[in-house]
């Protein structure tokens, strides 16, 4: 990841946190709307960062390469 990659992910993480503390939510669905709205947080900055500088912030160092397709011996 870059490092704008990684700030956002925080961002996410940490807004996601603030949120959970502050409204103490309970049970799965709670806690998944939680976390939904935490990663709206780092999404909403990371489409105005794109939008003031014409850059997109995701790029494609973050993906691993495909893996190679290994022969299968039959016996």
């Known amino acids: 990841m870059n490092d704008?990659?990684?700030i956002f992910s925080m961002l996410?993480?940490?807004?996601?946190?603030?949120?959970?503390?502050?409204?103490?939510p309970k049970g799965?669905?709670?806690n998944k709307i939680a976390a939904k709205?935490?990663?709206s947080v780092a999404?909403?900055?990371?489409?105005d960062l794109e939008k003031k500088t014409?850059?997109?912030?995701v790029s494609s160092e973050n993906y691993l390469p495909e893996p190679k397709k290994k022969k299968?011996?039959?016996k």
């Open 4 to 6: 704008l990659e990684l």
């Open 43 to 47: 999404g909403k900055a990371r489409l």
């Open 37 to 39: 709205q935490g990663g």
């Open 12 to 24: 996410g993480e940490a807004s996601t946190t603030a949120i959970v503390k502050t409204r103490n």
């Open 54 to 57: 014409g850059k997109k912030v």
């Open 72 to 74: 299968r011996l039959n």
């Open 28 to 30: 799965f669905i709670e």
